[in-house]
């Protein structure tokens, strides 16, 4: 019986790993090409912890996470700290705690159909890589 492969930076869940033999005769695992987020492309990395296939991708990606961070943040912030509208101000919990949810949904609705990674996939690919953002060092 075998394990479904556990997500990671190298690859999804929902691809298996294929059994291969080595040089010297013995049989390894072989991690399939790591998928670009952007572009969900299989790609060959130049270093280790590489997520994205081009820089480009890379930018494209960051830069819509920027504009989007700069528009959500401010009811994501009052969505919690008026713990979506049962504490203090609720009338503007409420409705910013609308806002956040229908931005959330709009934007991963567009990444769908623009073939772009979840975000949740992307970030759990960040982790396996090491990113740390409370890291001070």
Do not use: I
């Amino acid at each position: 019986m075998t394990r479904p492969a556990k997500a990671s930076v190298h690859a999804p869940a929902q691809m298996p790993r294929q059994r291969s033999t080595g040089q010297n005769g013995q049989r390894g695992l072989v991690m399939p090409p790591p998928l670009c987020p952007e572009c969900l492309q299989p790609f060959v990395r130049t270093q280790p912890t590489q997520l994205f296939c081009t820089p480009e991708h890379r930018k494209d990606w960051n830069n819509r996470a920027a504009v989007r961070a700069r528009v959500l943040m401010p009811f994501a912030m009052v969505a919690r700290l008026t713990r979506n509208g049962t504490r203090g101000d609720k009338a503007t919990g409420r409705q910013a705690t609308q806002h956040h949810n229908t931005l959330l949904r709009r934007w991963t609705d567009e990444d769908k159909a623009e073939g772009r990674m979840p975000w949740v996939e992307y970030l759990q690919r960040r982790y396996a890589a090491g990113f740390d953002p409370l890291d001070r060092g």
